[in-house]
């Protein structure tokens, strides 16, 4: 059965470091979006993106987020300079076409910041 | 604003007894609701969804939930739980327009005795 897979699992980065967290969607979906879960917290939509373009994004996703498409596969979440509160589980999902749809969601990528 | 509320933070059930997880909801337009399971350290996996068909919506693996519009309500059943059903289950709606963006509710543990 095709998945969602997420790489790395667990990232561990220092306050100000750069991350980019992977995201390899089912191949046949169309619209990829990003969500996170601050420990403890429920989990919150980010951003969604459609046609090489972000199609919406919630107030968290400032401009120090970023996502894109560089090929294909992979659907790339980047923090420019993290801090503290970017602790958190992300969640990439995918789904085959809009509206009221299931999508499919990876894993996650636990990401530490110190 | 749509919303849920799941007014359950844990739930503690003996195996074989039934499952009962609540969820109410929020919205100013026809929603589509679902329940999302997260075992340990997996993906946000779907049960199963409401959107605007039948109001009683089976799910995988024996679960059921109810749209009831006079209530706003969308709670989740099980008849016999089972020890693999120990889980966090979420609550979560959409708004049946556009790009979806899911919104999640806190999220209800669900424990299994033997």
């Known amino acids: 059965e095709p998945e969602v897979t997420q790489t790395p699992s667990h990232q561990v980065t220092q306050m100000g470091q750069e991350v980019i967290l992977r995201c390899v969607p089912i191949?046949?979906?169309?619209?990829f979006y990003w969500y996170r879960q601050i420990l403890g917290q429920k989990v919150e939509f980010l951003v969604s993106?459609?046609?090489?373009?972000?199609?919406?994004k919630s107030e968290i996703f400032d401009d120090q987020f970023s996502v894109e498409r560089p090929d294909g596969s992979n659907f790339t979440l980047k923090i420019r300079s993290t801090k503290l509160e970017d602790s958190a589980m992300y969640f990439c999902a995918s789904s085959e076409w809009e509206g009221a749809n299931e999508q499919f969601f990876g894993p996650g990528t636990r990401l530490t910041v110190l | 604003a749509q919303s849920v509320t799941q007014l359950d933070s844990h739930v503690s059930v003996s195996e074989g007894t039934p499952v009962l997880l609540r969820c109410n909801y929020s919205?100013?337009?026809?929603?589509?609701l679902f329940w999302y399971v997260q075992h340990p350290n997996k993906g946000l996996q779907l049960l199963l969804k409401?959107?605007?068909?039948?109001?009683l919506v089976k799910g995988i693996n024996g679960f059921e939930a109810e749209f009831k519009k006079s209530e706003t309500s969308f709670h989740l059943t099980k008849p016999s739980a089972h020890m693999s059903d120990a889980a966090e289950y979420f609550c979560v709606v959409s708004l049946n327009t556009g790009f979806q963006k899911l919104v999640f509710g806190t999220g209800t543990r669900l424990l299994v005795s033997p």
């Open positions: 919205s100013s337009y026809s929603p589509s």
């Open positions: 409401y959107t605007s068909a039948a109001t």
């Open positions: 993106f459609y046609n090489n373009e972000i199609s919406e």
């Open positions: 191949s046949n979906h169309l619209y």
